[in-house]
Nanobody, 123 residues
């Protein structure tokens, strides 16, 4: 069972990226699907999530209005669209899955994690 995050890169402030989390080894249809990020020297923090029923999404205050979480159950994937990126958004972005979860903001709620993909925002 594996989650593979991809799509990171280096962009200028105001730019955008789309991150993809691809699940393999099992279906993640019954899982809450989330994104977290971690900047150097800081704790991993919640970005956004969909509940296992597809409700939500819920976002952190910093993500609200700029980032969008979506999913494609047929492809066993979910996505994070990052708009209007700022230097403070720099970090490693991780996808995570929680069986029949409700989109918790707590890292301890998630059983499966991807390896992360790096996002760097600088001018």
């Amino acid at each position: 069972v594996q989650l593979q995050a991809s799509g990171g890169g280096s962009v200028r402030p105001g730019g955008f990226l789309t991150l993809t989390c691809a699940g393999s080894g099992k279906s993640f249809n019954d899982y809450a699907k989330a994104w977290f990020r971690q900047a150097p020297g800081k704790e991993r923090e919640f970005v956004g999530a969909l509940t296992w029923t597809g409700r939500g999404p819920v976002y952190s205050n910093s993500a609200k209005g700029r980032f969008t979480v979506s999913r494609d159950d047929a492809r066993n994937e979910w996505y994070l669209l990052l708009n209007y990126l700022q230097p403070d958004d720099t970090g490693r972005y991780y996808c995570a899955a929680d069986f029949k979860g409700v989109g918790s903001k707590d890292v301890r709620s998630y059983e499966h994690w991807g390896q992360g993909t790096q996002v760097t925002v600088s001018s």
